[in-house]
T-cell receptor, first 110, second 114 residues
Framework: DAKTTQPPSMDCAEGRAANLPCNHS???????VYWYRQIHSQGPQYIIH???NNETNEMASLIITEDRKSSTLILPHATLRDTAVYYC???????????FGAGTTVTVRA | DTEVTQTPKHLVMGMTNKKSLKCEQH?????MYWYKQKAKKPPELMFV???????INESVPSRFSPECPNSSLLNLHLHALQPEDSALYLC?????????????FGPGTRLTVL
């Protein structure tokens, strides 16, 4: 019962911004949008999360539309080390369950 | 220290063996998790321990037996596994009620069942 829809794959050029879309049209008012990524052969890594305001940290920015039905993760200057599977997840804050969908495989090319 | 460690990194076992996977964190987190990840698939939640008590079991077969001996350690005991149980087993931890509610993952144990 996937709550999010992401493109299966995307390429981006090293040094350019990578914009990763996510649709979550059935999101509830108390559900947050979380992004994790998984670099090959490693455990998933938390990137950022938000409820309705745009958020930024040292890794990325998260832009959530006003109706909260979609969001975009922005990696401002992609590097080769950003090649990974990126997962967009909606969940109630402090709900133990983290339900991963298929994610987007992002390949950063030199 | 935001590290979750898992041992062993790799494990090969026969269907009649008994083995254990170990996970440790020293972040003071009081929730710990086991996930299973098959090749080219996303991680799937298996168990959640909260304050050393099992709070979620996602209908996992009894050949997988979790144990949380203290707040820093989480084990997964394996017995009579099947070849289809071969996967990457991930451990994670988090602090219930925290602002970011982030789950920190270990690198995983890659299990092969022969």
């Amino acid at each position: 019962d996937a709550k999010t829809t992401q493109p299966p794959s995307m390429d981006c050029a090293e040094g350019r911004a990578a914009n990763l879309p996510c649709n979550h049209s059935t999101i509830s008012g108390n559900e947050y949008v979380y992004w994790y990524r998984q670099i090959h052969s490693q455990g998933p890594q938390y990137i950022i999360h938000g409820l309705k305001n745009n958020e930024t940290n040292e890794m990325a920015s998260l832009i959530i539309t006003e109706d909260r039905k979609s969001s975009t993760l922005i990696l401002p200057h992609a590097t080769l080390r950003d090649t990974a599977v990126y997962y967009c997840i909606v969940r109630v804050h402090n709900d133990y369950k983290l339900s991963f969908g298929a994610g987007t495989t992002v390949t950063v090319r030199a | 220290d935001t590290e979750v460690t898992q041992t062993p990194k790799h494990l090969v076992m026969g269907m009649t063996n008994k083995k254990s996977l170990k996970c440790e964190q020293h972040m003071g987190h009081r929730a710990m998790y086991w996930y299973k990840q098959k090749a080219k698939k996303p991680p799937e939640l298996m168990f959640v321990y909260s304050y050393e008590k099992l709070s979620i079991n996602e209908s996992v077969p009894s050949r997988f037996s979790p144990e949380c001996p203290n707040s820093s350690l989480l084990n997964l005991h394996l017995h009579a596994l099947q070849p289809e149980d071969s996967a990457l087993y991930l451990c994670a931890s988090s602090q219930p009620g925290s602002l970011t509610d982030t789950q920190y993952f270990g690198p995983g144990t890659r299990l092969t069942v022969l």
